[in-house]
């Protein structure tokens, strides 16, 4: 098998405005002062410090990885996923292209890969249609949440 190989950012870079950074320092206070209210001190740090790191995520720009998929399995960055510990994939076709794979991994069940303009879609598909079963899968909700929240 030939390997297919693109390179893509870790996730797609949105402009956040002003208002998003006054949104969530007016929702974090908010929270923060309901907790101490409520007398949970340790609560209202953890807030204070959640936003702050958020803030700090936010304005950090995507890392570019190189990815590959090969006869032992699917590579991202330096770290080779090998087929035997996957199970599925799934190439939406709503948005965003991407591959949602299925591990067996407890810790990581679900890897989403996005796809760019460098590599054909239908060549992904046939080459993980000969190492995977191809299934439905939604996006993990860690995934959704963080595009709602602009990541």
Not at 28 to 41: K, L, Q, R, S
Not at 103 to 132: D, F, M, T, W
């Amino acid at each position: 098998m030939e390997p297919i190989r693109w390179t893509a950012d870790e996730y797609v870079a949105r402009r956040r405005g002003t208002d998003w950074y006054w949104a969530l320092g007016i929702i974090a206070a908010a929270a923060a002062v309901t907790a101490i209210i409520v007398g949970n001190f340790l609560f209202a740090v953890v807030i204070i410090i959640g936003s702050f790191v958020l803030v700090l995520y936010a304005r950090k720009k995507p890392v570019a990885f190189e990815f590959e998929i090969n006869e032992k399995g699917i590579v991202i960055g330096q770290r080779l996923y090998p087929f035997r510990t996957l199970e599925s994939f799934w190439i939406p076709d709503d948005g965003a292209p991407r591959i949602i794979v299925h591990s067996k991994r407890l810790l990581v069940p679900q890897i989403v890969i996005p796809l760019s303009n460098e590599v054909s879609i239908e060549a992904v598909h046939a080459a993980l249609q000969n190492a995977l079963t191809e299934d439905e899968h939604t996006e993990p909700l860690s995934e959704r949440l963080g595009e709602w929240l602009g990541f």
